[in-house]
């Protein structure tokens, strides 16, 4: 009988230290998995609805991109973004990443030097330097925006593409100028889609 008086008090033992075990595993769980998640998401929701939901753009009621990512503008037409080395394809946001290799390594120095060509080539009128943001990608391989003088850089491309005065076109890229934020981090800057949706809208009224 000593050996069932041993087991019982054994039982009683490991639910003493059991039971407090579970009731903490249990409130964690549900603060943390539960009420914590549901207060920030109310939170955010009612503060920056736009923000929470991933800072979508929308045109004529659909869904057409998010000012986080970039896209891929290729043709004559459109401002041009970052070049992206996300796989397998360019902006792929469920991939991001950059290209990994260092200034000196030979393929990022080709990569770049063919990039500059292409820039050159197909904006004939620009003698200056090329923005380096138009021929280096990001560590995100994301960017939707670029510089303002890289937007500066595609205004004659551009105009020419949709037959529009230099100027008008110009004076779109000052509307959509973004400053450093909260007036001290980063450099002024240029939502390619926002210009690109912006554009399209200028030429229907052309």
Same mark, same amino acid.
């Given at each position: 009988m000593a050996w069932r008086r041993g087991v019982k008090r054994?039982?009683?033992?490991?639910?003493?230290?059991?039971? %407090?075990?579970?009731?903490?595993?249990?409130g964690l769980s549900l603060i943390t998995g539960l009420?914590?998640?549901?207060?920030t998401t109310g939170i955010a929701q009612a503060a920056f609805p736009a923000q929470a939901n991933g800072s979508l753009i929308e045109k004529d009621g659909k869904v057409v991109g998010s000012r986080l990512i970039g896209q891929n503008f290729a043709g004559e037409q459109y401002f041009w973004g970052r070049p992206s080395a996300t796989s397998p394809m360019p902006y792929n946001a469920g991939n991001s990443g950059g290209s990994n290799l260092g200034p000196t390594n030979p393929a990022q120095l080709a990569a770049v030097k063919g990039n500059v060509e292409a820039i050159r080539k197909a904006h004939p009128t620009q003698t200056g330097?090329? %923005?380096?943001?138009?021929?280096?990608?990001?560590?995100?391989?994301?960017?939707?925006?670029?510089?303002v003088a890289s937007a500066y850089y595609q205004v004659d491309r551009v105009a020419a593409a949709r037959k529009l005065p230099a100027d008008a076109v110009r004076k779109l890229v000052d509307g959509r100028i973004v400053g450093e934020t909260f007036g001290l981090l980063g450099e002024p800057r240029v939502n390619v889609l926002e210009l690109n949706l912006a554009l399209d809208e200028l030429s229907k009224k052309a």
């Amino acid at each position: 009988m000593a050996w069932r008086r041993g087991v019982k008090r054994l039982e009683r033992i490991i639910m003493k230290v059991i039971r %407090p075990l579970l009731v903490v595993f249990g409130g964690l769980s549900l603060i943390t998995g539960l009420a914590y998640p549901l207060v920030t998401t109310g939170i955010a929701q009612a503060a920056f609805p736009a923000q929470a939901n991933g800072s979508l753009i929308e045109k004529d009621g659909k869904v057409v991109g998010s000012r986080l990512i970039g896209q891929n503008f290729a043709g004559e037409q459109y401002f041009w973004g970052r070049p992206s080395a996300t796989s397998p394809m360019p902006y792929n946001a469920g991939n991001s990443g950059g290209s990994n290799l260092g200034p000196t390594n030979p393929a990022q120095l080709a990569a770049v030097k063919g990039n500059v060509e292409a820039i050159r080539k197909a904006h004939p009128t620009q003698t200056g330097p090329v %923005p380096v943001d138009l021929v280096t990608a990001s560590a995100s391989g994301l960017d939707p925006e670029i510089s303002v003088a890289s937007a500066y850089y595609q205004v004659d491309r551009v105009a020419a593409a949709r037959k529009l005065p230099a100027d008008a076109v110009r004076k779109l890229v000052d509307g959509r100028i973004v400053g450093e934020t909260f007036g001290l981090l980063g450099e002024p800057r240029v939502n390619v889609l926002e210009l690109n949706l912006a554009l399209d809208e200028l030429s229907k009224k052309a």
